[in-house]
């Protein structure tokens, strides 16, 4: 009897802890939007309830998953390079440690949405609504700049003409075209399911309707990233080659017509990266990235620790090029200096040397791979956006915010837990998705 009765209190535990938990999953794209600080407590209270969970059921299955595998071993490794003085003599201090060490809690709530909070088909569709809502807000924020020339916050076009959409910095770019493909691939399919001109016409326009904002908000990475995630669509699922090339087609037709419509968009993603292309590595990118890869070749093992890059690249130590390449040596007066390298992979290499830039690569392609696996047999059109989401955030030719700030690495975990857990649907009951592209 008094099993029974611990039994049951158990089942009740676990019926009050999951929706709490996917009560607190779900409000972190609303934190990532407008309230980090919301963002961070819930990602919190969820890693918290998963693993109580996990100790409760005695079930910690989800660790021995190739994906999280990856994730662990790159996280252990910047966590050491980052470990004041006790390992590497030259890696790390108090802060830098805490901020690896702390990486965990976004691994943690991808697992906790994989393997917990999104087994439901209500739950994904969900998250689903929320990534796509948010996609919309950016999406339609950006117009409203573009037409009234002020946000719904009052906020203004950025100084380099970029639309900054709901937010007071120009940060929509990047995060719509992340977005852009979760949000228009499910609906966009769904109409052209039925054979008609109609039908395929209307589901092309959605697309091309997202395509076509993102190159208005004149970001350039934004724009690539678009670019990108359209070519992924169009690889998996042949009912959108075609209609993929017009999309494209018009993408273009577009920019060309930026110098009478948009002539800030004209001047940043033409002007602007012509200049940067002529001579790339004096650009402050090149410089940037220069910078990055001669701390990594001065600590090529462990790196310099997590932000290493931060408080250490004013150093003369740095004040060196590429000569094998060509490369001039840097100056912190032609911006070789910032609060990271702009790339995710430079970062890696900075922070945790060879090992910690074959790590990370190491995972971006585990998590693919396991995205990817069954795809082009089943494109499921949330399957193969959430693919183009992750393929956006893993690209190495690219300019990118500091790995993994919240801001915007969360919205990367948000859709790696939802588009690991949809994965894990057996085929036979996403079959019809796939007959539907």
């Not at 969970?53 to 966590?79: D, H, M, V």
């Not at 108090?94 to 809690?105: K, N, P, Q, T, Y």
């Not at 004209?266 to 410089?287: D, I, M, Q, R, W």
């Amino acid at each position: 009897m008094l099993d029974q009765t611990t039994s049951a209190a158990r089942q009740r535990l676990t019926e009050n802890l999951r929706p709490i938990a996917l009560f607190a999953a779900m409000l972190v794209p609303l934190g990532l939007l407008h309230a980090w600080v919301l963002a961070e407590y819930a990602i919190a209270v969820t890693d918290l309830l998963f693993l109580t969970e996990s100790i409760r059921t005695k079930n910690f299955g989800w660790l021995a998953k190739p994906w999280i595998i990856a994730a662990l071993i790159w996280w252990l490794w910047l966590t050491i390079c980052s470990t004041p003085l006790f390992f590497f003599p030259t890696a790390g201090w108090l802060m830098g440690f805490c901020e690896a060490a702390v990486i965990l809690r976004l691994i943690v709530f991808a697992a906790a949405l994989e393997s917990w909070l999104l087994t439901t088909q209500h739950a994904r569709n969900i998250a689903w609504a929320l990534l796509a809502l948010s996609a919309l807000w950016i999406g339609a924020e950006c117009w409203q700049e573009y037409l009234t020339g002020s946000n719904l916050f009052g906020d203004h076009r950025w100084g380099d003409g970029s639309l900054t959409g709901p937010f007071y910095k120009p940060r929509a770019g990047d995060l719509y075209a992340h977005l852009l493909f979760i949000a228009t691939l499910p609906p966009a399919m769904a109409i052209t399911a039925k054979p008609g001109l109609l039908r395929l016409t209307a589901g092309a326009a959605l697309i091309a309707l997202g395509v076509v904002t993102s190159v208005l908000i004149g970001q350039r990475m934004g724009t690539v990233f678009t670019a990108l995630g359209l070519a992924t669509a169009a690889l998996f699922i042949p009912r959108l080659r075609k209609p993929a090339l017009i999309i494209a087609g018009l993408a273009v037709a577009f920019l060309l017509l930026t110098p009478l419509i948009s002539p800030a968009t004209h001047a940043k993603l033409v002007g602007e990266t012509a200049k940067n292309l002529h001579h790339f590595a004096l650009s402050p990118y090149g410089e940037l990235y220069t910078r990055a890869t001669v701390m990594g070749l001065a600590s090529p093992i462990h790196g310099w620790g997590y932000n290493g890059f931060r408080a250490l690249c004013p150093f003369p130590l740095f004040d060196k090029g590429l000569p094998a390449l060509g490369i001039a040596p840097t100056s912190v007066a032609l911006f070789a200096c910032n609060l990271h390298p702009h790339n995710f992979y430079a970062q890696a290499f900075a922070d945790a040397g060879y090992p910690g830039l074959a790590l990370f690569t190491l995972m971006m392609l585990t998590w693919l791979a396991t995205l990817g696996r069954g795809l082009f047999k089943n494109p499921s059109p949330l399957r193969v956006g959430l693919f183009a989401c992750v393929v956006t955030f893993a690209w190495p030719l690219a300019s990118t915010d500091e790995f993994p700030t919240l801001y915007m690495s969360g919205w990367l975990f948000f859709a790696l837990g939802l588009a690991l857990a949809v994965t894990q649907i057996p085929s036979n009951t996403t079959n019809q998705d796939a007959k539907n592209v």
